[in-house]
């Protein structure tokens, strides 16, 4: 299984970026594809996932914000990211859950200026 994100970079605070990320490889069907991210000197962070059918689960800090959303057909899964943050300054890391094994991309760094 691979994952390649892109869609990273430099924004002012109160702007928006849209991460994309596709999955190939033996990827069965059912599976969970997300975000994490990890700031400088912090631990990695669950930012937002989605099932296969739909169901999402967000961090408290990008509810309202953050938008997650896939295309199955496409094996994709995006992250729409509104109302950015300096605290939201991290690199971002793609991830997918499948039958109990988790896989990630390389990352790609989100910087937020104030």
């Known amino acids: 299984v691979q994952l390649q994100a892109s869609g990273g970079g430099l924004v002012q605070a109160g702007g928006s970026l849209r991460l994309s990320c596709a999955a190939s490889g033996n990827i069965f069907r059912l599976n969970v594809m997300g975000w994490y991210r990890q700031a400088p000197g912090k631990q990695r962070e669950l930012v937002a996932t989605m099932t296969t059918g739909g169901t999402t689960d967000y961090a408290d800090a990008v509810k309202d914000r953050f938008t997650i959303s896939r295309d199955n057909a496409k094996r994709t899964v995006y992250l729409q990211m509104n109302s950015l943050r300096p605290e939201d300054t991290a690199v971002y890391y793609c991830?997918?859950?499948?039958?109990?094994?988790?896989?990630w991309g390389q990352g790609t760094l989100v910087t937020v200026s104030s």
């Open positions: 991830t997918i859950t499948v039958v109990g094994s988790q896989y």
